[in-house]
């Protein structure tokens, strides 16, 4: 056996006890031993290749900072140094990460409205999982030397969870709005209403997943101007939006452990 058939095949059985050594999953304000009934705030948190982070926080603390349940975006450049940034859509609202402990805990600070919440989170489910990671990252509707993107697509699979699952969280409106799907079977496609239950919906198409261990094991090896598959969206109360989707960043950072 040559060594490059070698190594391949070591990549083929190493793939299975793979874990990801980032903080990429959702986390709570309330430990997974707690009572799900008293989370107040929940976030989706995704790294990248380039160590950029993007955190998605859900205010579901009953109309302290709003009016009621709102998703706000934040995107920092070094995951490993927390996040420290605005809301990157505009709205009224900063938020602060530390530096995440073992990749599962972190201290937050939620400013939005004027109103001031500072609270531990715990990592509920890691991501992303070891057959769909070249799935994971952000996504727009135009290539990245063409027009200017209008939809935009963070989309995350999870680790350990059977069958696999998805989150994804799009915006069509530069950040002013964002509705967040979850889907408990990715292997069927993705087809799903919104989690807020704004009667949004959401249906992705993916080109097929490679097989290619190095591809797996290394997702930047897999070219990511091309065409990665198509989305329809419906707004609430309009008609939908058909496009195609081309992926921007590659998730996660690469710190991979065995």
Known sequence: MNNKVLLTVCFFFLL???????????????????????????????????????????????????????????????????????????????LTLSPFSGDT?????????????????????????????????IYKDQPPMGATPLFNLYFQTYHNVTPTSAIAIVTDDSGASFFAFLDSDVEDGFSEFDLLKAEAHLGLTFAPVSTDVQAIVMPSSIGISAKEGSFAFTPPGEIPVTGDIYKYFQAPAIEVVF
Not at 29 to 55: F, H, M, R, W
Not at 116 to 130: C, L, M, N
């Open 16 to 94: 299975s006890g793979m874990a990801w050594a980032v903080p990429d999953g959702v986390y709570k304000d309330v430990a997974p031993s707690g009572n799900p009934e008293d989370v107040k705030y929940a976030l989706y948190v995704q790294t990248y290749e380039s160590q950029a982070i993007i955190a998605v926080l859900l205010d579901n603390s009953g109309g302290a900072h709003n009016a009621g349940q709102r998703l706000y975006a934040f995107l920092g450049s070094e995951y490993t140094a927390g996040l420290d940034e605005d809301e990157i859509g505009g709205a009224d609202a900063h």
């Open 105 to 137: 805990t972190a201290e937050a600070v939620f400013t939005a409205g004027g109103v001031i919440a500072a609270f531990s989170i715990y990592r509920w489910t890691e991501a992303p999982d070891t057959v769909f990671t070249d799935l994971n990252g």
